[in-house]
């Protein structure tokens, strides 16, 4: 089992998903970007697509995303995004 840390993903509609995950995938302008625990600092703007969160406990959850920023810092990502639509 993988070390979790903390996501939080935040809209303008407000808080569209938020707890702690073992992995976490997001599109940048440059290409995707894989996360895990300790990851070194990261600041990066988010391209439109799919960013996937597997969740503590096996869930994966992919949430449709429209631009933004992503943040990696002391085992905290934090995604904040013109749309966050989670998918079912």
Do not use: C, Y
Not at 73 to 79: A, D, I, M, P, R
């Amino acid at each position: 089992m993988a070390k979790p840390f903390r996501v939080d993903i935040v809209s303008p509609d407000g808080l569209a998903w938020s707890g702690d995950a073992e992995f976490v995938v997001a599109r940048t302008p440059e290409g995707e970007i894989g996360i895990l625990a300790d990851h070194e600092p990261v600041m990066a703007s988010l391209a439109q697509g799919v960013v996937s969160v597997d969740a503590v406990g096996g869930e994966r959850i992919r949430v449709e995303v429209e631009g933004g920023f992503l943040q990696v810092l002391s085992n905290q990502v934090t995604l904040i995004t013109d749309r966050a639509v989670i998918e079912k």
